[in-house]
């Protein structure tokens, strides 16, 4: 696989980052992951954006123009061959040499990008989709910036351990008895025909997926609610579901071992991966 590395294209095994680097030792950086159809990306504009936003919040220089984003994304795609699959971005305040808490000088100090792809045949024909996911809620104690999409993954990995061994296939994240989101996705029910979700705030991470799903289902004159919902509201709900760029759309069938609905997908959601997997195929760059 070819991977990119502070400006130039390697074999993954010769790529190098310093041990000093931030991003190594502090979480200090930031990420996205856009997808790939039919060799072509994904709302790039929107990841693009809020690559931009986070660096800002951070006060993170940009190591790159969206116009060089672009590019390298686009490059990486074709030296890899991708034709379904994923391409992850990350970009870190790189590192003055020693370790300290203190960010080191905007001015004299160069911020790391590494790029990489993943291959992913049939992620578009996830049979997962067709069956739909089980979730189990767990508390949310992750730090209160969760708007930023920072590499600080620790608690969201060890979530979906405790959800393996539960049995189940992720967890939903529970605030003061409000799910905030899952682990690597934003959370929706289905009451009526009425789609719930959270509102956008700092407690959890602006979905680019979400953005665009809530977008396409208000077009297709389906109702829409941002607000916060509790997990025993969601137990009782219709529907429940799940949408991430690499996922898309993501039926979720139980929670806690309590069926949703029929315990199969229902209507609205898979009506909604099919509008959002068209739909960004058109717009795909
Ligand atoms: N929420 C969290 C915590 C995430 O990690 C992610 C994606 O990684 C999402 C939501 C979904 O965001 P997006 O639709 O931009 O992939």
């Given at each position: 696989?070819?991977?990119?590395?502070?400006?130039?294209?390697?074999?993954?095994?010769?790529?190098?980052?310093?041990?000093?680097?931030?991003?190594?030792?502090?979480?200090?950086?930031?990420?996205?992951?856009?997808?790939?159809?039919?060799?072509?990306?994904?709302?790039?504009?929107g990841h693009a954006k809020r690559l931009q936003r986070s660096m800002d919040?951070?006060?993170?220089?940009?190591?790159?123009?969206?116009?060089?984003?672009?590019?390298?994304?686009?490059?990486?795609?074709?030296?890899?061959?991708?034709?379904?699959?994923?391409?992850?971005?990350?970009?870190?305040?790189?590192?003055?040499?020693?370790?300290?808490?203190?960010?080191?000088?905007?001015?004299?100090?160069?911020?790391?990008?590494?790029?990489?792809?993943?291959?992913?045949?049939?992620?578009?024909?996830?049979?997962?989709?067709?069956?739909?996911?089980?979730?189990?809620?767990?508390?949310?104690?992750?730090?209160?910036?969760?708007?930023?999409?920072?590499?600080?993954?620790?608690?969201?990995?060890?979530?979906?351990?405790?959800?393996?061994?539960?049995?189940?296939?992720?967890?939903?994240?529970?605030?003061?008895?409000?799910?905030?989101?899952?682990?690597?996705?934003?959370?929706?029910?289905?009451?009526?025909?009425?789609?719930?979700?959270?509102?956008?705030?700092?407690?959890?991470?602006?979905?680019?997926?979400?953005?665009?799903?809530?977008?396409?289902?208000?077009?297709?004159?389906?109702?829409?609610?941002?607000?916060?919902?509790?997990?025993?509201?969601?137990?009782?709900?219709?529907?429940?579901?799940?949408?991430?760029?690499?996922?898309?759309?993501?039926?979720?069938?139980?929670?806690?071992?309590?069926?949703?609905?029929?315990?199969?997908?229902?209507?609205?959601?898979?009506?909604?991966?099919?509008?959002?997997?068209?739909?960004?195929?058109?717009?795909?760059?």
């Open positions: 696989r070819i991977v990119y590395v502070n400006g130039e294209y390697l074999a993954e095994a010769e790529a190098r980052i310093s041990i000093f680097d931030r991003g190594f030792l502090m979480a200090d950086g930031v990420y996205e992951v856009t997808s790939v159809l039919d060799g072509k990306l994904i709302d790039f504009d919040e951070l006060d993170m220089r940009a190591p790159v123009t969206t116009e060089e984003l672009l590019d390298i994304h686009r490059e990486l795609v074709r030296k890899n061959e991708i034709t379904e699959g994923m391409i992850y971005l990350q970009v870190t305040r790189g590192s003055a040499g020693d370790r300290d808490f203190a960010f080191p000088d905007p001015e004299t100090t160069e911020p790391t990008i590494v790029l990489f792809t993943q291959a992913k045949p049939g992620l578009a024909d996830n049979p997962a989709a067709k069956k739909g996911i089980r979730v189990i809620g767990i508390e949310d104690i992750r730090w209160g910036r969760r708007d930023i999409k920072t590499v600080q993954l620790l608690y969201p990995s060890m979530g979906k351990m405790m959800a393996k061994k539960a049995g189940a296939d992720d967890a939903w994240m529970i605030e003061d008895g409000f799910v905030t989101e899952g682990t690597s996705n934003n959370a929706y029910i289905v009451k009526g025909d009425t789609i719930i979700t959270r509102a956008l705030s700092n407690d959890i991470l602006h979905g680019i997926t979400r953005a665009a799903v809530l977008r396409f289902a208000r077009e297709a004159q389906m109702k829409v609610e941002e607000r916060s919902f509790t997990i025993d509201e969601a137990k009782e709900a219709d529907e429940a579901f799940v949408t991430s760029a690499s996922t898309f759309v993501m039926p979720v069938v139980e929670i806690d071992g309590q069926t949703i609905g029929e315990g199969v997908p229902g209507k609205v959601a898979p009506r909604l991966r099919e509008i959002y997997l068209e739909e960004s195929r058109k717009a795909a760059v």
